[in-house]
Nanobody, 117 residues
């Protein structure tokens, strides 16, 4: 069964850190663009970070210098290290896989991140 499973969300205070994980089942992450998105209810989904098949990475301006995307091919897992969290980072975070970094075909169920001031 092909699916993505996220974990690692939680509640932290402003300035805290979290590490999100996304395990891929049914395919190899290195063959796809892997990305993290976030969404607040009632607002548009935002792409937070992506890592392409050539290992190039990209970040939303709002998280540059604070978030780091990485992957472990042995574990077939993509990570999002979130440091210096702010209340505006509060959202549901989703992992996604795409044939290219502008088209994603597989989504996880999401993991909630809540940052209090």
């Amino acid at each position: 069964q092909v699916k993505l499973v996220e974990s690692g969300g939680g509640s932290v205070q402003s300035g805290g850190s979290l590490r999100l994980s996304c395990v891929a089942f049914g395919y190899t992450i290195g063959r796809y663009c892997m990305a993290w998105f976030r969404q607040v209810q009632g607002k548009e989904r935002e792409r937070v970070a992506a890592i392409d098949t050539d290992r190039s990475v990209s970040y939303a301006d709002s998280v540059k210098g604070r978030f780091t995307i990485s992957q472990d091919h042995d574990l077939n897992t993509v990570f999002l290290q979130e440091n210096n969290l702010k209340p505006e980072d509060t959202a549901m975070y989703y992992c996604a896989a795409g044939f290219a970094c502008d088209y994603f075909f597989e989504w996880g169920q999401g993991t909630q991140v809540t940052v209090s001031s």
